[in-house]
């Protein structure tokens, strides 16, 4: 199956929910915002979500810093 994470295409296999993406992706779910086809996602929701043929995945990765 094919979608767009970030502007870019990626197969996937069938089934898969955005938890298991981001696992097998290697991102830590909890310094991330997930958004599917342009509606931002609960985390909660993440291992629920089963993604779809072309869904589009923007994911945004928290970032700390400023100066001490």
Known sequence: MR???NGKPA???DK???AEFLEE???N???VAVEVNDSILE???Y???LLKDNDRL???FYLGGGRC
């Open 47 to 49: 291992s629920e979500k």
């Open 3 to 5: 979608i767009i994470v």
């Open 11 to 13: 197969e996937v296999k």
């Open 43 to 45: 985390p909660e929701r």
């Open 16 to 18: 898969i929910t955005v």
């Open 25 to 27: 992706q290697k991102i």
């Open 58 to 60: 923007e994911i945004i």
């Open 29 to 31: 779910p909890k310094i």
